[in-house]
Nanobody, 120 residues
Framework: QVQVVESGGGLVQPGESLRLSCAAS????????MGWYRQAPGKQRELVAR???????NYAVSVKGRFSISRDNAGNMVYLQMNSLKPEDTAVYYC??????????????WGQGTQVTVSS
């Protein structure tokens, strides 16, 4: 089994920063892509940022230039540095890990989510 655990959410004021962390553990052969998604009340879950095994990144247009994703392959960790936060960034943030099987194929794993609230 694989466990995915996020941390680092909280309540901040507009313009402030937060750093989210996500740790994957358990029966892991190899990790492919890692990413962060978010879901605001009444909205669909959306991709925020994604990083491949080769460290290529892509971002949602709404966060480009403010958020930065990075990964620590040795520790099976992925991070999301969020700067210049806006009220519209308020959402539950979910970590997503794509794990490759030694027998071929891949499986998506999700964390339980961490709440980020941006409010004055």
């Amino acid at each position: 089994q694989v466990q995915v655990v996020e941390s680092g959410g909280g309540l901040v004021q507009p313009g402030e920063s937060l750093r989210l962390s996500c740790a994957a553990s358990g029966n892991i052969f190899s990790i492919n892509a890692m990413g962060w998604y978010r879901q605001a009340p009444g909205k669909q879950r959306e991709l925020v940022a994604r990083i491949t095994s080769g460290s290529s990144t892509n971002y949602a247009v709404s966060v480009k230039g403010r958020f930065s994703i990075s990964r620590d392959n040795a520790g099976n960790m992925v991070y999301l540095q969020m700067n210049s936060l806006k009220p519209e960034d308020t959402a539950v943030y979910y970590c997503n890990i794509v794990i490759l099987s030694r027998y071929g194929g891949s499986t998506f794993y999700w964390g339980q989510g961490t709440q980020v609230t941006v409010s004055s």
